[in-house]
Structures are given as structure tokens and as C-alpha cells.
């Protein structure tokens, strides 16, 4: 099977090509800026053929599809970060619900026959988390923030045009999940980061953090890219999977947990700029459905999950730039 992998060169997607090329797979590449610098990412893309796009403009996705002619499409593109999301919020929706209709308007048209995996985010739940969790796919979309609107918003008008144009869509709604790799935007690669500095006596000993207090359902990438591919080979057309562990992890065990494995006691300070708005305490998710129809589930001990995050810091502290999302 030919794939297209539209946001191939962020932290999932490079995972993602790995394991659909494990899978026998022939993979094909698409993004934004196709080029990026050697040492930021744990898994190399080298050699996939990779394909200029903006999937906010038609004529690049169009073109992308044409030159590639794939069997099945998965939409990985986005902006990762919610704060950023916040900050560009037409952005947000230009890429999110923009790229999507898009992408399965170009498959319609060009491959009317092709899988696509739309990958969304567990964060379109928002509110319906405070109702009792684990959430499962039934549960309402209420979101609350820029970044959570607009994946809600593109879940939505996929499955509406996938049943007005009768296309293969399958949707994945991704937990938070993590590993090597992943861009300090984001938590747990922040804490890990922070926590290497002070290891090796170049930062004080004394750790910002946001809200410590908040829950959140973590898994592993490496798990999650497996759901991806699992989704993509397996998944029933017009359903949609929550990819999730299943229980909560609150962020002030993952700070512990960091902080044990590299032999550090930091001084904790909170900071205001790091708390974001409208949070929700806790939430986390039901893998039942992936469970029960993929035959998924999550296999990489949390532990582990940290260890390898907290080496991939260590190894690459030297080379600090920014790591892609």
C-alpha cells in the first residue's frame, strides 16, 4: 500500500513512517517545510520521497496527491502546540479545518477509492471531561480553547463531507502522548529538560512548573503511532478510536518521576505564564473501541516512557535548537 503522510516531518509523523515502513508499507512524505536540521528527532525520515505542501492551499495538496497517487492518506498536519494555536488562532482554523477539507476534497476527486486517517485530538472532548471520565468516542465535543475548537471543528467536517462524497475516512482522537523527540512546547519534554540542566550543574537547582494539580490520560508515541497504523489497516469506515491508556496521570507524579530517575531534589516554582486557560482538572480516556476492534493497546511502561525521553535530553542538550513538534 502507497501512504501519504501529510505532516511527515513532526514528532508523530516521522514515528509514524518508521512503523508503517515496518509494516511493508511505501511511504510518502508530505509538509510545509520539508527540510529539517539533522539531530532533532530520534528517527530519520532520509530517503522518503518527500513532497513540498501547505495543506491550507488547495492547488499544493492537490498536487501532492496528484504526484504521489497513494492508496491511503493520513492528515497529521497542524499546529501541535494549543498555546500556539491560542496565539494564531485563523491559523489554527485555516490548517486544522482548512487542510482537512482540503486533503479529502484532492482524495475525492483524484483517489475516490483511498483510505484517509484523519488524526484529531482528544482535546475536542474539552468540558465533557468534567462530567465523569473515562470519556468514550459517544462522548460530546466541548471544546475549550482556540487549538481544542479547531480539531473539533475538522473531526466534524470531515465525517460530514466523508459521508456527502462516500469516502474511506477513519478518525483517531490521540490522548496526550509523548517520547523522544517531542518539542519542549509541550510538558513532559519541558520537565525532562529542565531537570538534564540541573543533573549536570548548568541551572540552578530550581524548576519551573505550571499547575501541577491537573490529570491527564499519557501514553507513549511509539504506542500511539501503532494505533495510527492499526486504524489505517483495520479500522470500520466512518468510525472513529480514542488511542489512550486508559487512566490518569497527574503532572506532579511525572515531575517526581523525572526528577527520581535523574537523581535530582529541585526546588519547585510555579509560574503564572505557565498555567493555561479554561483547564480542565482531569480528564482521560476509554481505549475500549481500539481495544476491541483494532486489537490495540498500549504496551510501553510509562517508566520507560520517561527514561527514554530523559536520554534523548541528555544526548542532545548540546544541540539545542528548537525540536519539531
Known amino acids: 500500500m502507497r501512504t501519504l503522510i501529510f505532516g511527515v516531518t513532526g514528532f508523530a509523523g ?13 511511504v510518502w512524505g508530505a509538509a510545509r517545510s520539508p527540510a529539517t536540521r539533522p539531530g532533532v528527532h530520534p528517527m530519520s525520515i532520509a530517503g522518503l520521497p518527500l513532497l513540498r505542501c501547505d495543506v491550507g492551499e488547495p492547488a499544493e495538496v492537490r498536487d501532492a496527491v496528484a504526484a504521489a497517487r497513494p492508496d491511503a ?14 496565539r494564531r488562532p485563523a491559523q489554527a482554523f485555516r490548517v486544522h479545518v482548512g487542510g482537512t477539507i482540503n486533503v479529502l476534497e484532492t482524495v475525492a476527486d483524484l483517489v475516490p477509492t483511498g483510505r484517509v486517517l484523519l488524526v ?3 482535546e475536542a472532548y474539552g468540558r465533557a471531561g468534567v462530567g465523569g471520565s473515562p470519556l468514550g468516542e ?11 475548537a479547531s480539531k473539533a471543528s ?13 469516502l474511506d475516512l477513519v478518525r483517531v482522537r490521540p490522548f496526550n502522548h509523548t517520547g523522544p523527540g517531542q518539542s519542549e512546547a509541550f510538558v513532559c519534554p519541558d ?33 500511539v503511532v501503532r494505533g495510527y497504523a492499526d486504524a489505517l489497516e483495520r479500522g470500520g469506515a466512518g468510525e472513529v478510536y480514542n488511542l489512550c491508556s486508559g487512566h ?3 503532572i506532579r507524579a511525572i515531575l517526581d518521576e523525572l526528577c527520581g530517575l535523574a537523581g535530582v531534589r529541585p526546588e519547585i516554582r510555579t509560574a503564572s505564564e505557565r498555567y493555561r486557560p479554561a483547564e480542565i482538572p482531569a480528564y482521560w480516556g476509554s481505549p475500549a ?37
Open 248 to 250: 490518569p496521570v497527574a
Open 289 to 325: 473501541k481500539a481495544q476491541a476492534a483494532l486489537g490495540w493497546r498500549t504496551e510501553v511502561p510509562w517508566r520507560r516512557t520517561l527514561a527514554d525521553l530523559l536520554s534523548w535530553s541528555r544526548g542532545h542538550e548540546a544541540n539545542r535548537g528548537p525540536r519539531v513538534e
Open 154 to 166: 475538522a473531526d466534524l467536517a470531515a465525517a460530514a463531507l466523508a459521508r456527502s462524497r462516500g
Open 14 to 26: 516521522r514515528y509514524l513512517a518508521a512503523e508503517l515502513g515496518r509494516r511493508g508499507h511505501e
Open 73 to 86: 492518506v493520513v492528515l497529521l498536519s497542524g499546529l501541535a502546540s494549543p498555546p500556539e494555536a491560542d
Open 191 to 223: 520537565f525532562a529538560a529542565q531537570v538534564v540542566e540541573i543533573a549536570e550543574g548548568r541551572r540552578r537547582a530550581i524548576l519551573e512548573v505550571g499547575n501541577l494539580d491537573v490529570q491527564r490520560d499519557f501514553s507513549d508515541v511509539r504506542d
Open 120 to 122: 484529531t485530538s482528544s
Open 138 to 148: 459517544a462522548a460530546p465535543l466541548e471544546p475549550t480553547s482556540v487549538y481544542a
